[in-house]
């Protein structure tokens, strides 16, 4: 995101401040990590899926529920809460493929209110900028052993 601060240091702080209102939204950190996590495997971005499995994890993220995002369906370790967004994350963040289907909309209304709904959209928005931020310019995951 270097690149990005010193070309262009108002786009960044926009989306500095979109972060701020998903941060301070009310959603669970836990499951903010997870949106993030999931959405960027979806993206195949490499630098946000190393920040975020990193970040899930100082919250006292398991690893097999890291492990195991990428075919949470078939995974036992999530609430039906968690379901929710993560199918919501999948759909948004695959939003010209089907758009967000009634069934998964309903699925998330069945555990969050209108306002919470909105801000799990903002927090996959966000994070599908950053991913495409990232990956735009050029962006990896550390080279560590």
Same mark, same amino acid.
Request: proline residues 3%; contains cysteine; hydrophobic residues 45%.
């Given at each position: 995101?270097?690149?990005?601060?010193? @070309?262009?240091?108002?786009?960044?702080?926009?989306?500095?401040?979109?972060?701020?209102?998903?941060?301070?939204?009310?959603?669970?950190?836990?499951?903010?990590?997870?949106?993030? !996590?999931?959405?960027?495997?979806?993206?195949?971005?490499?630098?946000?899926?190393?920040?975020?499995?990193?970040?899930?994890?100082?919250?006292?993220?398991?690893?097999?529920?890291?492990?195991? *995002?990428?075919?949470?369906?078939?995974?036992?370790?999530?609430?039906?809460?968690?379901?929710?967004?993560?199918?919501?994350?999948?759909?948004?963040? *695959?939003?010209?493929?089907?758009?967000?289907?009634?069934?998964?909309?309903?699925?998330?209304? @069945?555990?969050?209110?209108?306002?919470?709904?909105?801000?799990? !959209?903002?927090?996959?928005?966000? !994070?599908?900028?950053?991913?495409?931020?990232?990956?735009?310019?050029?962006?990896?995951?550390?080279?560590?052993?």
């Amino acid at each position: 995101m270097q690149a990005i601060r010193e @070309a262009n240091p108002e786009a960044f702080h926009a989306m500095l401040h979109m972060e701020k209102y998903v941060k301070e939204s009310g959603v669970e950190p836990k499951w903010l990590e997870l949106i993030k !996590i999931r959405a960027s495997q979806l993206n195949g971005c490499a630098f946000c899926l190393d920040m975020h499995t990193k970040d899930a994890r100082k919250l006292g993220e398991t690893e097999q529920r890291i492990y195991l *995002l990428n075919v949470w369906r078939e995974a036992a370790v999530y609430s039906e809460a968690e379901r929710a967004i993560l199918a919501l994350t999948e759909a948004v963040t *695959l939003i010209a493929d089907r758009g967000v289907p009634e069934d998964v909309y309903a699925q998330v209304r @069945a555990h969050f209110d209108e306002k919470q709904t909105v801000s799990l !959209i903002m927090a996959i928005n966000v !994070i599908n900028s950053w991913n495409r931020l990232a990956i735009s310019t050029g962006m990896t995951a550390p080279a560590q052993l």
